[in-house]
């Protein structure tokens, strides 16, 4: 590996600070979530009702103990260190003419603190927190102010932390929203709060989707414009999406399923719509509002990198029924005979990583950042108070080989790696505590009871040693 390669962890402003109305903070659309069992998915209430549990309102209480969270990932040797900015502690209801100071400031300190470890903050503007305020009084990403909205706040944090922060991506996996029937995906990433089964939805989601793909062109240019020397990717769910048989049916559906889900990165990173989609607003009679100047946005705003996430593959099979191969997301996927799976369904699946990068290099051929992989587990404290989480170890193990594979025998350039949730914090798809990632416990229940103590998993040594060795001894 590379001497410099970037070596880390991530996380979420909303699924670790907690703090959620302190120091001018606004309501943003993770704080009207509740918490879900697994298997189903998390309520989003009009907004906070006084007597419902929201966790990401205390989430881990980062928001008064990061000096203590850093330090620890310092001693684990952290290069990087991947957050998002809470929009609404910038902008409380993203709206405003002015921005919140005492929020700039609290991501001033943060940052230097980082910063005093040498520690490089990477950051996500937009990860599933938007001001829940745009999505009630202008419907969300729908509404084409919302680019003018984005890119004052864009402008805010770029400006003030020009010097504290190099890297920086736009939209968390702004392709998720591919699953339109899920009103999870359609809040999170595009503030759309839609009833179920809305005949309109699939066609607000390529028009939010737009603007958003705008939008992040846009802050690219002028990211770069503000300093030449920032590094701006985009950030996507990468989930290869494989045929179930080599029947050249099933190999057309896995073909169309990647299509549309990875049609956002062709747009960010190749800077123009692709054909495929093209054709198909046209088949599929949406009307939307694409300029010839947000055309030409699109080609001025190329990313310098792609950011991804990756846990697991999906599989598909050509159906009768589905003649025209259309994907929309899980509900059109099928089990892979040949993987097992996490505690919460998700396939298990390194060599998947290997794939991936080099689908994504023969594609786009730019640098690669893995920003999010991980393990969803529960874990357990012993009678030793230790956490001997060797499953985890296992999973990142076998994914950091592939990335090895990936970078030394297939030449794919890739600039460092970030678990997910490298501390334990609020689980996005679910709300629960008890579905851990990190190398550091968070003693904490689903109902936001515990101490907020923070432990060493057997993980985290062996992450540090991985560091160590810049990734020799697994
Ligand atoms: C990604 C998100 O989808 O996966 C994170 O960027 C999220 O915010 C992570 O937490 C893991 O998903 P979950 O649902 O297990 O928290």
Redesign the pocket.
Known sequence: MDKNFLWGGAV?AH?LEGAWNVDGKGVSVADIMTTAQNGHERRITDGVIPEVYYPNHQGIDFYHRYPEDIKLMAEMGFKTFRISIAWTRIFPNGDELQANETGLKFYDDLFDECRRYSIEPMITLS??EMPYHLVTAYGGWRNRKLIDFFLKYAETVFKRYREKVKYWMTF??IN?QTDYTKAFFMVTNSGLKLTKDDPAAEQLMYQAAHYELVASALAVKMGHAINPKFKIGN?I?MTPIYPLTADPDDMLMAQKAMQTRYWYTDVQANGQYPSYVMRYFERSGFNLDITSHDLAALRAGIVDYVGL?Y?NSFTVQASANNPTYKFIGEATTVANPTLKASD?G?TIDPKGLRYALNWLNDRYHLPLMIV?N?L?AVDKVTNDGKIHDTYRIGYLRAHVEQLKLAVDVDGVNVMGYTP??CID??????GQMS?R?GMIYVDQDDSGHGSLKRLRKDSFYWYQRVIQTNGRVL
Do not use: P, V
């Open positions: 979420a699924q990860h599933f968390n996996e998720n950030m769910n996430s846990y919460w998700w999010e991980g969803g997910w949730g914090l609020i689980s996005a798809g679910t579905k990632y």
